[in-house]
């Protein structure tokens, strides 16, 4: 069976340098780098009385893994306003998080090399865990200033809407 149905003579996978981060229906500007998407399922042994000396498996809870955005540091607020909601300085007892509204779905769409959305993901109940505002700082680097976000999520999942596009080739 071929990998790409629709660009049957496609060869090479996807790379992983085009992609964009929505949240709140906005694309979130100048984000350079994302984890992966990871789940993780603990496994059950058991096993009855009466059973050979070797136990069964079977799937017990599903974890899925944290996501890491990192960007460049710019004037946009986005990371730290969201990263505000969980916790703020100052806010008053009983004010530092926002319950109503520190939980956000995002949306990462990965794009081919002609800038054509190929693949998207619903990242549900993100929350951010950790949030660093500036790196280290050097006299002596030549490096860009890079802060990141850190969000818990409770799992994903592809956006099937999302369908290989045609290919354009050069004239």
């Not at 071929?2 to 996807?14: C, G, L, S």
């Not at 096993?47 to 899925?64: A, C, M, Q, V």
């Not at 955005?69 to 703020?88: C, I, M, Q, Y």
Request: negative net charge; glycine residues 8%; charged residues 30%.
């Amino acid at each position: 069976m071929a990998e790409f149905t629709v660009n049957p003579k496609r060869f090479d996978p996807y790379k992983n340098f085009k992609f964009r981060v929505k949240w709140d229906g906005k694309y979130v500007a100048g984000v350079s780098k994302i984890s992966g998407l990871r789940r993780s399922t603990e496994v059950i042994h058991h096993r009855e009385g009466g059973d050979p000396s070797s136990s069964r498996k079977s799937p017990g809870l599903t974890e899925f893994a944290p996501i890491t955005l990192e960007r460049g540091v710019t004037h946009d607020p986005e990371f730290e306003n969201w990263a505000d909601k969980v916790w703020s300085l100052g806010a008053g007892l009983g004010s530092e998080v926002s319950l109503k509204d520190l939980r956000k779905d995002i949306v990462l769409e990965l794009y081919n090399e002609a800038g054509q959305l190929v693949l998207a993901y619903k990242i549900f109940r993100c929350w951010v865990s950790e949030y660093e505002i500036l790196p280290d700082l050097d006299a002596n680097a030549n490096a860009i200033a890079i802060e990141h976000i850190t969000l818990e999520n409770e799992g994903w999942e592809r956006d099937v809407a999302v369908k290989e596009p045609v290919e354009p080739s050069l004239k």
